[in-house]
Every structure is written in structure tokens, then in C-alpha cells.
């Protein structure tokens, strides 16, 4: 197993908004990335990095890119209509992963048991209920029955306190009440574990903010996109507005916005530029919708299936 290569400090769980803060101002040269729960983190990063390239390569390639001229090479607006069943089911499966994640985080120690005993590696994040090879329609209720299935294992797990299980229930409920219309997460929620006062900050070495993306080769924006491409998007987003990274998982990162996107125009470009790097959704946006969720943000929740 690689090693991580960059330090963990611990940060308290329910002061996570502000220590990362706090860590960037008595920090130069600096760039904290919060990860969630370290067991959890490592068990990603064991899982996802076979090869970590260096971060200066990545960042030599970055600065030499016209990242400008990559995405106009590759960025196709979609035909009015298409890829309709598609879009929904990206949509079913951003929301299923958003629900889903303090259940795989619960769920991670009983998983890990079967591994020795099984003598093969177990899932530790539930698979997504709508694959892309699906040919059929997903059923409106399939996710809320999806979700319920998977609170049935956690409860028959022995796992969780009788307030975690209320409050996945009541998002479940919620959902199959009010649909997934307008749903995203906050980053930093998205990766705050559900028990345990504590989760991991990655100390990131930098010049400058954007380029912490170069050390982060544990989640699938590194492998649907070059290493290079991504970091130089990063610096886009930063010398153009502030974009800041400041969460990361297998799946996601999330930015905090330092100068949120101000019009549909400019939100139109970011998420068309995210989807040209592999990304299913951003916010409460997706491949054939508008941006209308990035435009005044302060924070970028972005999601690779």
C-alpha cells in the first residue's frame, strides 16, 4: 500500500467550517483539504492509489496547459431532448450517494470484518442503483426503496444510535415526500463523519490554493480526467473566482467560493466545464440543465459517479 504522502491533522467534527479557516490563516504555504473520517480516508486511499505521481510533474504540465482552449475543443452543448433517461438516472444516483454516505460510514467496520474472513476486499461505498448500461427507466420509488433497504441492513447491523437512524430516516422520508428537486449537499457535511468527534485535514504543501488539486489522486475526478487538466481547471477557478478547495472524497470535492458565480452565463460555463471533466453533478445541476444552482453559491458541492 502507498503511503499518503502529505500529513493528517485531526480537526474537531463540529467545528469543521471554521477550523479549516483557522488552519489556512496560522498555516502559509498551507492548503487544508478536509477528508472526513482518517480510517475511512485511508481505506479510499489503499483502495483507489496503485501509482501517486508527483505533484510538481502535475503542476509543470498545469501551467503550460490553455485550459481555455481545451474546453472549447471538448465542450458540447447537448441536443434539446436527449439523454433525457440518462439525466435522471445521474440524478437518482447523486442523490441515492448524498443519502447513502453515513450509512457506508457506519457500515465500514462491519464491511471490513468480512474481509479477512471472506478473503476478499468488500465495497465499502455502496454501488449506485442506477448503472449507465441500465436500459430501463428507473421507478420514481425505486430510490426511496433503495434507500430503505439499505437503513434495514444498517438497523440489522446493530449499527448506529437511535438519533443517526431517526435523522436517515427522516431524510429518506423527506425525499419520498418532496422528490429530489433542488437537493445537493454542503461539502463540508458531505464528508463530517456521522460518529466520532474528529475527522481528517490533509496538510497540503502550496504555493498557492488551486494547486492542492495536484496531491489529490485518491478520488474518480483523477481517474475521468488527466491529473494536469484537472489541476489546471483548479487554477482557473481560482484566479477567476477564488475557488478554493476545501473537501475531498472518492467521489466529490468541494469548493468554497471566494467570489460566488454571479450570472447564468458565467454558471453555465463552470458546470459545462465540470462535465467536460467526467463530473455527473454539480450542486443541484447536471449534464442538460442550466447552472441555476451555481450562480450565487458559496460553495461548489462537485460529484464524479
Known amino acids: 500500500m502507498l503511503e499518503i504522502p502529505f500529513r493528517l491533522e485531526s480537526v474537531p467534527a463540529d467545528k469543521a467550517d471554521t477550523a479549516i479557516y ?56 447537448p441536443v434539446p431532448g436527449e439523454s433525457g433517461v440518462g439525466a435522471t438516472r445521474r440524478i437518482l444516483n447523486g442523490v441515492h450517494r448524498v443519502a447513502a454516505v453515513p450509512v457506508d460510514v457506519m457500515l465500514l467496520p462491519v464491511r471490513a470484518l468480512s474481509w479477512p474472513l471472506s478473503g476478499h476486499r468488500p465495497q465499502f461505498l455502496s454501488t449506485s442503483p442506477f448503472e449507465e448500461s441500465s436500459a430501463k427507466e428507473p421507478q420514481g420509488d425505486y430510490l426511496v426503496d433503495m434507500l430503505r433497504t439499505q437503513l434495514a441492513e444498517l438497523e440489522a447491523a446493530g449499527e448506529g444510535t437511535a438519533e443517526e437512524l431517526a435523522e436517515i ?24 463523519p456521522r460518529r466520532g468527534g474528529q475527522l481528517a485535514a490533509g496538510l497540503l504543501d502550496t ?32 484566479q477567476q473566482h477564488r475557488a478554493r478547495i476545501i473537501t475531498a472524497s472518492t467521489d466529490h470535492v468541494g469548493f468554497q467560493m471566494e467570489r460566488p458565480l454571479q ?41 464524479w459517479d
Open 22 to 77: 483557522e488552519m489556512i490563516e496560522r498555516r502559509p504555504g498551507v492548503s487544508p483539504v478536509l477528508l472526513g473520517d482518517a480510517d475511512v480516508f485511508s481505506t479510499e486511499w489503499a483502495e483507489q492509489v496503485d501509482e501517486f505521481e508527483e505533484p510538481e510533474d502535475i503542476l509543470a504540465e498545469a501551467r503550460s496547459l490553455d485550459i481555455d482552449t481545451w474546453f472549447a475543443n471538448r465542450i458540447r452543448k
Open 169 to 192: 430516516r427522516a431524510v429518506i422520508e423527506e425525499i419520498a415526500l418532496e422528490g429530489t428537486k433542488g437537493m445537493f449537499p454542503d461539502p463540508v457535511a458531505y464528508v463530517t
Open 207 to 238: 504555493a498557492e490554493p488551486w494547486e492542492s488539486a495536484a496531491w489529490l489522486q485518491h478520488g474518480a475526478y483523477a481517474i475521468c480526467a488527466p491529473k494536469a487538466v484537472f489541476v489546471a481547471h483548479c487554477r482557473w477557478l481560482w
Open 263 to 303: 450570472s447564468p452565463e458565467v454558471a453555465a460555463d463552470v458546470l459545462d466545464r465540470f462535465i467536460a471533466l467526467g463530473a455527473t453533478e454539480i450542486n443541484a445541476d447536471h449534464p442538460g440543465t442550466d447552472g441555476a444552482s451555481l450562480v450565487g453559491a458559496t460553495r461548489l458541492w462537485v460529484w
